[in-house]
């Protein structure tokens, strides 16, 4: 995470803070995984959501 979030760049904690949460947020539900064969886990959700449901 270190080399994505520039730190330099934020005037304030806070400031720091909200790019911390985004990245987390895109790392966790937004970012290409190759357990899931390339597929986002967003993506994942919904198509299992329309087989099974």
């Given amino acids: 995470?270190?080399?994505?979030?520039?730190?330099r760049?934020?005037?304030?904690?806070r400031d720091y803070n909200a790019k911390i949460d985004r990245?987390?947020?895109?790392?966790?539900i937004n970012?290409?995984?190759w357990g899931l064969k390339k597929i986002t886990p967003e993506?994942?959700?919904?198509?299992y959501l329309l087989l099974f449901y």
């Fill in 43 to 47: 993506r994942k959700n919904r198509i």
């Fill in 1 to 7: 995470m270190k080399d994505h979030i520039e730190h």
């Fill in 23 to 28: 990245y987390i947020r895109y790392y966790i």
């Fill in 9 to 13: 760049s934020c005037p304030s904690l």
């Fill in 31 to 33: 970012r290409y995984q």
